[in-house]
């Protein structure tokens, strides 16, 4: 009778051991953290060792996806004693556009279907700024035209982020040096962030995003420029992968007239702080409470 | 003949502008119709409403534009201002010459005899457009007449072209202030680091320093024509 029963749990000890296996070589061949995902753990709540797997496996990933060895994936945390804030000087901007398209290049958007995260709205002097009148298809041959001033718009980095507060999963969520990164492993593609962003900042890939091999920027950020799949949304990072390193931003740096500024809002000798000290500053849409980390001002 | 009372009048006034007023309703809610449709299709920004010339009918990506250097190199040495012993240091790149390299000055100008007298130059820097505040400014304003290797402050002091911000920061305080902030004028490199500014004279033609008009590069693609391409594709696709 005992020799029996030891029978039966030896079993279900060995169906159960054999289900588990089965399990874990089906999850072998998935996708990235498919474990993770099963197990409701995010990205940020694990280890690093299982980090660092988790970000071979996406490198490797992409580089099979994309045919190119270079690809690489980082998860560079934010510096200690940084906070992020960015400026804008709407005296100088001419509306160039080169902002957009260095932004493009840099942080691997689909090109067709196209998404640029930067818009440039054209506005009429005589009206100020004015979101209904503005344009953003402007062509001249020349810019700036006399008539016209330009408010290039992006992420505004909020404080009070409306996009973060309505994600349904915590997919999106705000850095401790500010910047709003979104985890595309986790996201839903449900858009709800995209209708909550008062600055039509935040994109979404309504199909697989297509660039070219040779145009994909190797040097990626798990929350900022890697390759995103279909179905989620994206947004401007301030180039994580570049300032968490030291860089300036793609769009500072491509600026013509300077026009673009950059830095640690704590740093007090920062030329962040000086233009907040020294110029007039404001911020898009302040009635709305989300206290942009992005400030345009007047040098002049 | 009996004189119609005024409750007669009322009521055949009434009975005459009956179909009048109707017909006018209908006209008034045919009317509102169609200027209701024809602003809901402006609204939703149709394809038959982008105006013919009007851009954002093409995605473009950032291969397809020329005179463009999205890859940017840094001045050498930003990477060592960053990490290395000189770590802070600002670096400028070296003054623009003009295309045709005149540069030394004193090569020609040794031998010339001084004229300080403003006229129109003839045999040598006609390129050059003085457009620069007074309309009496000249040459000599700036570039010093004795060694013409050097440009020469208000005060006398004699600078390279390497210093000639401080040049133009006799004029320009407040905007000298702010390029020393890094508010005025382009940046490259490391926020928290070494980078490199650029010269006033960089982006500002001295002798005509208002900032030239440029050509923008192309427009977002308009929503309606967004998938074009895509769809164009997967239309195709079942032909082959």
Known sequence: MSEKSFDRRTLLVSAGLSTMAGISAAASGKSTGWVERLLKRRFVELSDARREEILTELEEACRVKYGRDDITVADTPALDGVEFAYGLDLSRCVGCRRCVYSCVHENNQSRDPQIQWIRVLEMKKDHGIDFAESNVYYDPDEVPEPDSFYVPVACQQCRQPACTKVCPVKATWQEPDGIVVIDSDWCLGCRCCMSACPYGARHFNWTEPRIATEEINPDTHIFGNRLRPNGVVEKCTFCIHRTRKGRYPACVEICPVGARKFGNLLDEAGEMRYLMREKRVFVLKEELNTRPRFYYFYAT | ??????????????????????????????????????????????????????????????????????????????????????????????????????????????????????????????????????????????????????????????????????????????????????????????????????????????????????????PPVRPQFLARTAQEEAQEAPHE
């Open chain 2, 1 to 218: 003949m009996e004189r119609p009372t005024g409750s007669d009048l009322v009521n055949s006034d009434q009975e005459k502008l009956l179909p009048g007023s109707s017909s006018l309703a209908i006209l008034l809610i045919v009317f509102l119709s169609i200027s209701m449709l024809i602003l809901f299709s402006i609204v939703r920004g149709g394809v038959g409403h982008v105006a013919e010339g009007d851009g954002g009918r093409q995605a473009f990506g950032p291969a397809e534009i020329s005179g463009v250097e999205f890859d940017g190199e840094l001045l050498p040495g930003i990477e060592e201002a960053t990490t290395g012993p000189d770590q802070g240091e600002f670096l400028v790149p070296p003054p623009p010459w003009s295309e045709s390299g005149y540069f030394p000055c004193t090569e020609c100008h040794a031998d010339l005899d001084l004229n300080p007298e403003p006229r129109v130059l003839e045999e040598m820097h006609d390129d050059i457009e003085l457009n620069h505040g007074p309309s009496d400014r000249w040459c000599l304003d700036c570039h010093n007449p004795d060694d013409r290797d050097v440009l020469r402050l208000i005060n006398g002091r004699l600078i390279t072209f390497d210093e000639s911000y401080l040049l133009c920061g006799q004029c320009h305080g407040t905007i000298f202030r702010d390029w020393r902030q890094g508010i005025h004028g382009r940046r490259q490199g490391y926020w928290n680091g070494g980078k490199s500014y650029l010269l006033c004279a960089h982006c500002h033609d001295p002798h005509a320093p208002a900032f030239h008009a440029i050509t923008p590069l192309p």
